[in-house]
């Protein structure tokens, strides 16, 4: 049975970091494709960056150079890190899985269905 566990959302001042981890059971974060999505409340929940089994990662141009994607294969986590945030990353986010990869003739799957595992979610709020 997978399980996706997520932690290390909160509170922070507009500029401040966080770093979000992913524990999986049940899967092995290098076999396939996991990314990181977020949901404001009244949004569409979308992808905020993704990794795959080969380790090349993808990031949405809204966080790119803020935000990274990393895995420590060893102990099957996945990891956000979130530099320099801004009151508009306010979101809970929620670290996901597929079964294969993560794109499809150089396509990125960026869509919730296109996710088989799910976690529950961990809240972050940026402050002004």
């Known amino acids: 049975q997978v399980q996706l566990v997520e932690s290390g959302g909160g509170s922070v001042q507009a500029g401040g970091s966080l770093r979000l981890s992913c524990a999986a059971s049940?899967?092995?974060?290098?076999?396939?494709?996991m990314g990181w999505f977020r949901q404001a409340p009244g949004e569409e929940r979308e992808v905020v960056a993704a990794?795959?089994?080969?380790?090349?990662?993808r990031a949405a141009d809204s966080v790119k150079g803020r935000f990274t994607i990393s895995r420590d294969n060893a102990k099957s986590i996945l990891y956000l890190h979130m530099n320099s945030l801004k009151p508009e990353d306010s979101a809970m986010y929620y670290c996901a899985a597929r079964t294969r990869g993560c794109a499809f003739g150089g396509t990125w799957y960026s869509r919730r269905d296109d996710y088989v595992y799910w976690g529950q979610g961990t809240q972050v709020t940026v402050s002004s």
């Open positions: 049940g899967y092995t974060v290098r076999s396939s494709c």
């Open positions: 990794m795959d089994s080969d380790g090349s990662t």
